[in-house]
């Protein structure tokens, strides 16, 4: 049994099948894994052709960001089959990657695991033909996992790795009610705010393709998360009661999201997207929000009070997913079209709770 795994890892499909056949030899308690990603910023810079330092700059930062995200979600994937894993990210200048991996596997690591391919496109940037020399050059036994075909290894890495994630839980044996692990939310970056507010708009047609982990986090943070210490949150809200919860309804089910733990409650493990409006586009975008107002939270208000303070709450946190979407490129739009009574019985509210008002995010068509 091996006490210690490096796996490269570049969030390619062969990546992750060498990181499951890691957690298969891994013991869960002795085995240490760790998680290692190589960006070379020559091969970057080669890749690009970027002239301009600026738009370099901004390239790398977007790598930067790529890399922690893959990260992040094999991370996860390996926490949910109970190993918890470290993870480096590795910049290097003038190295092969293959070089970078060998320097980091001579550090008392017993193994290292790893894919025979990287990622189509941009193989020059992460593993690719490192592969071999990794396996000439170490001093530890390397384990190359070749290319399978399986259900999930499909192009593009982000879908690949969401079904993935879907996949491990089923592996971890985690119950269909368990609550959804997101990955930790980036709280810094980001479009600066002008010129969020210059693009923030409403857009009512939608791509299918689900959103991935990371950008379903950083969405649900940037609109009602934790921001300071004390239970405090990115959007105000009437009176320091907290009064709205967000559903989050997608095509793999419907879930409450709980911002202390920032994850996922299962409420449904139906489909309910299309059950949030009036609108066709509704039942085809990846994410419909609903905002869900815990009038029995608003003691002493009159009804008619209630749904407007209420209302007034989710339109601030409907603001923030706006701006957050406007940030990121993404396309949604805040909606009261829906049938409030049915959406309550759909979503089994409990007396005193009731819908507000919903809102789409997805990708705008290309
Ligand atoms: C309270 C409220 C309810 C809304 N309901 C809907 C809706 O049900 N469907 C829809 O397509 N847009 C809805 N919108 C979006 C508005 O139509 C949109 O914000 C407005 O036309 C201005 O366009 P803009 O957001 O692109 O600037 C709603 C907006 C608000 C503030």
Aim: charged fraction near 20%; include cysteine; aromatic fraction near 8%.
């Amino acid at each position: 049994m091996f006490s210690n795994i490096l796996v490269p890892f570049d969030g390619s499909s062969t990546a992750e099948n060498a990181l499951h056949v890691a957690i298969g030899l891994a013991d869960r308690k002795a085995t240490k894994l760790t998680l290692l990603y190589i960006l070379n910023e020559y091969a970057a810079i080669g890749e690009m052709q970027m002239a301009s330092p600026s738009l370099y700059l901004t390239h790398m930062e977007g790598l930067r960001r790529h890399g922690n995200e893959v990260l992040e979600e094999a991370r996860i994937i390996a926490a949910s089959a109970g190993i918890e894993a470290r993870v480096i990210l590795c910049e290097t200048r003038v190295r092969r990657a293959a070089d970078a991996i060998c320097e980091e596997a001579a550090k008392g690591y017993d193994a290292v695991i790893m894919g025979t391919h990287g990622r189509r496109g941009l193989q020059k940037l992460m593993l690719g033909s490192d592969a071999e020399r990794v396996s000439r050059a170490c001093t530890i036994p390397v384990l190359l996992v070749p290319q399978v075909s399986t259900p999930y290894a499909i192009d593009s890495p982000f879908e690949s790795m969401a079904q993935h994630l879907e996949a491990a839980r089923i592996r971890a044996r985690i119950p269909d009610d368990a609550p959804r692990v997101l990955p930790k939310p980036r709280m810094e970056g980001g479009m600066p705010l002008l010129s969020a507010l210059k693009l923030r708009r409403s857009v009512r047609t939608f791509q299918s393709r689900p959103l991935q982990p990371q950008i379903l986090s950083d969405l649900l943070w940037a609109a009602f998360g934790i921001n300071r210490p004390g239970d405090n949150r990115t959007a105000p809200y009437w009176r320091h009661v907290k009064v709205i919860e967000i559903y989050v309804t997608t095509a793999e089910g419907t879930w409450v999201y709980e911002p202390a733990r920032h994850r996922l409650l299962p409420c449904s493990t139906e489909d309910l997207r299309d059950r949030t409006g009036t609108q066709d586009f509704v039942a085809l975008a990846p994410v419909n929000l609903v905002y869900v107002a815990h009038g029995e939270r608003m003691t002493n208000l009159s009804m008619q009070d209630q749904r407007i303070y209420a209302g007034v709450d989710a339109a601030f946190i409907g603001q923030n997913v706006y701006l957050f979407c406007a940030s990121e490129g993404l396309a949604c739009v805040f909606r009261g079209a829906l049938d409030p009574v049915m959406l309550a019985r759909t979503l089994n509210l409990p007396e005193g709770q009731f819908v507000t008002f919903a809102q789409t995010v997805g990708f705008a068509p290309m």
